[in-house]
């Protein structure tokens, strides 16, 4: 390590040099630093996780029959058939599949009516196929669209993967607030428009009823008892017709109870052409009622049909009339898709509102011009979660560097030297952002800065401190013990020094390799990976230059020998 050592002293003798080393550093660090809002390196809560299954949810307009939805399902399985890493498709309609990780908070549970269906997805296991759960889905997503949403119009297919973190209601939720109901739905819209017309987001959807026609059938008491009928006569004989009823029993041998005769009229009969007035009274026409004199009555006359609009469901939180206008990101970060709508909202919706920010990083609350209607918009989800994780992280880092500073500060009394032992800690990060840059080179899919990068950043900071401590200290007792001159004790110390500071690095290296290859624990891999390489090369060259500029490293005393004393005793 003869060499090692000369290469640093010549680096400690000339200013100039050193001079580089400091501003070779600080640019490092500002291009590194700059990766990330120049989209170079991605940013993103957690990467996507293969797995062995996915969930299609089918969502028509309200109203929509069951027929419609059935055959909206079908194409999406036609299509799903096809694929020869699917081993089997599950079907619900009229409701959601049994409730799985990411139906948690989905609502998956709660579906029931006509309009809706699930489908669920089983593929082979994720260690024999070469396709990743989250690429294929990418690629189906397209192709189903394209063909199944055209089918109905007003239908919103979502493919949905099973998350790899805390499940939440879509990537990006943007959540907006007004009592008035018809200015909710009209924001709403031209908040889901912006998200379609986002570079990145897919599986746009506003989570509110649609308003449509519907028809009430009302008894006419007056017509009823003139023409001989019951009241519970009509009610019945309407509801046995099209939603069924138990019209006797049957008594079973082996069965203890008295088992239900069940009565409706068939699928077929029941279903009508379209949903016009017209189809109704036709249908009603058909159905006739025997009077207490023997005479058969047509239903449509002791029957009124009222037309109304349906009755949406109402939807609060804490307090507030609101509604979810969703969006999933396509093998994207969320972040960048949400600025870019964020940025496009604030731009088309200036002409009309006046903007203001509000509690929150993102959140927006708009004022009509005209009206001075409030209407606020928070952003939820994912997204979220991204900012809150990456907050709390940030935070915890923090932390971390302060009680570090304040032991280094305790144990040399000397704030130079403890600032000294947190730059180096400080600079692994250059190896972390670029180590992510390269593995995205390396790799097929996009590879994120994520949650898991983090957590690697901050526990590297305990070995960046450690191998900063062990050149301090044994400098420090080279200039006291040896009487050895300060450039030349610490440039001995690097080079001795280097040998275990290396060992340490490949010990760490070789364990974290095998976490790279992680789905989700690549970034805490690759972290480990290139923070250790910046931290080794950081603590064995730019430290020892931090070291030189400090009059805290100033041991010298009378007995301490000048460098061509030095040079005569070790040649």
Known sequence: MKKFEQFIYRILEHRSKKFFVIV??????????????????????????????????VDLPSGSSIEQTKRVSQCVVDVLKKEKEVTDIEQFLGMGAPLDYAGLVKGSAF??????????????????????????????????????????????????EQPAGPPTLASIVAEIYTPNEETLRKFAARVADVFKRTKGLVDVDIM???IYKKYHLKPNIDKIQKSGLAVEQVQKILYLAFEGMAIGVKNEENYPSQIDIFLRLSDDTRRMDDKSLEAVKRKLASFELMNMKGMMVPLTEVVDI????????????????????????????????????????????????????????????????????????????????????FRDLGLAFIAALILIYLLIVVYYKSYSLSNIVMAGSFLSIIGVIVGHWVADLVTRDTFFLTATSLIGFIALMGI???????????????????????????????????????LTAIAIILGSALLASDPIFGGLGVALIGGTVAAVIVSLIFIPVLMDNAKAMDFTDSKSMSEEEYRKQHG
């Open 111 to 160: 579906k029931n009516s006509e309009n809706v269906a699930e489908i669920v997805v089983n593929l082979t296991d994720k260690h024999e196929r070469e396709e990743r759960s989250y690429n294929m889905v990418h690629r189906l997503r397209p192709k189903i669209k394209k063909k199944c949403e055209p089918l109905i119009k007003g239908t919103v297919i979502k493919l949905i």
């Open 306 to 389: 009222v037309e109304a609009d349906s009755e949406p469901t109402i939807m609060h939180k804490n307090l507030r009339r609101y509604v979810n206008v969703t969006a999933e990101t396509d093998l994207v970060s969320q972040v960048y898709p949400l600025l870019d709508a964020r940025e496009t909202i604030m731009k088309e919706f200036a002409k009309d509102y006046k903007i203001e920010k509000t509690d929150y990083l993102f959140n927006l609350r708009f004022i009509d011009k005209k009206t001075g209607e409030v209407i606020d918009l928070k952003w939820d989800g994912e997204m979220k979660v991204t900012l809150d994780t």
């Open 464 to 502: 960046s401190s450690r191998n900063s401590i062990l050149l301090i200290d044994f400098a420090k007792a080279l200039m006291i013990e040896k009487h050895i001159p300060k450039r030349r004790a610490i440039a001995i110390a690097a080079a001795t020094r280097a040998r275990p500071i290396m």
């Open 208 to 210: 509110e009823d649609e």
């Open 24 to 57: 070779a550093v600080l640019v490092s660090l500002a291009a590194s630093v700059m990766m990330i809002p120049t989209k170079i390196v991605w940013v993103k809560m957690l990467p996507g996780k293969s797995a062995n299954t996915f969930s299609v949810y």
